[in-house]
């Protein structure tokens, strides 16, 4: 049965830059042919052996390397066929089946990524190769899961601080006299209690401020992270929400605005 185009060992010889003696390249060649016969018949332990003694002879031959790193990937040598295949595109980086072999023994080794690169490289030159092209396809899909995988686990860590606040064991003092929220909701009524309690330099208690950030929050999470939308020219109500947000957010975060609010609300109703 005909093995895949990433699987077929070897038979030409490519250029060298300082090739050996003649007589060391024609042995090469002849250790090379046993070691494919070997390969072939499954004995992939003197294929290893034959693919050996044939870079010994001539070191700079890709073709070698590569195969080898086929047989070691038969013997399960995944480092070993790694090693070689990476050697194979040292030597010549237009053989194709070095990266090939270097994708498949990382796929191996669980480094999907790495493979990927390879395979991307294998089909952008052999665009109707199969085999190559189903690989690729595989690879691809184990990133894409993994990268998912990677994005759940993440997403279960993460907590947001909102969702860490007891805002129902909170309590408000009997002597605070500002404004406060109905059934924790924002309203009318209380914006404008809000704007007046900050027109006299007066601080919204830290329960009201957390509702209105945990309120806050669930509009935003509902929302689009980015939104297109064309705006008019609109005079802007001084009670506009955003501001006693604002607001709300300094008092939260125990800043001391001081004369800020109310300031900021003299400004809003001028």
Not at 31 to 39: E, I
Not at 172 to 193: A, Q
Not at 198 to 215: M, N
Request: glycine share 6%.
């Amino acid at each position: 049965m005909a093995m895949a185009e990433g699987e077929r060992t070897e038979c030409a010889e490519p250029a060298r830059d300082e090739p050996p003696a003649d007589g060391a390249l024609k042995r090469a060649e002849e250790l090379k042919t046993q070691a494919n016969d070997y390969f072939k018949a499954k004995d992939y332990e003197n294929a290893i052996k034959f693919y050996s003694q044939a870079i010994e002879l001539n070191p700079s031959n890709a073709i070698y390397y590569g195969n080898r790193s086929l047989a070691y990937l038969r013997t399960e040598c995944y480092g070993y066929a790694l090693g070689d295949a990476t050697r194979a595109i040292e030597i010549d980086k237009k053989y194709i089946k070095g990266y090939y072999r270097r994708a498949a023994s990382n796929m191996a080794l669980g480094k999907f990524r790495a493979a990927l690169r390879d395979y991307e490289t294998v089909v952008k030159v052999k665009p109707h190769d199969k085999d190559a092209k189903m690989k690729y396809q595989e690879c691809n899909k184990i990133v894409k899961q993994k990268a998912f995988e990677r994005a759940i686990a993440g997403d279960e860590h993460k907590r947001s601080v909102v969702d860490s606040l007891d805002i129902e064991s909170m309590t408000i003092e009997d002597e605070y006299s500002g404004p406060k929220l109905e059934d924790g909701k924002v309203t009318i009524t209380f914006m404008k209690e809000l704007m007046q309690w900050y027109k006299d330099q007066k601080k919204l208690h830290r329960k009201c401020a957390y509702q209105i950030l945990v309120q806050v929050k669930e509009v935003l999470s509902k929302l689009s992270t980015l939104v297109e939308t064309t705006l008019k020219e609109v005079r802007v109500d001084p009670g506009v929400v955003a501001h006693a947000i604002i607001l709300a957010m300094w008092e939260a975060g125990g800043w001391q605005v001081r004369g800020q609010p109310g300031q900021l609300m003299k400004t809003l109703s001028q």
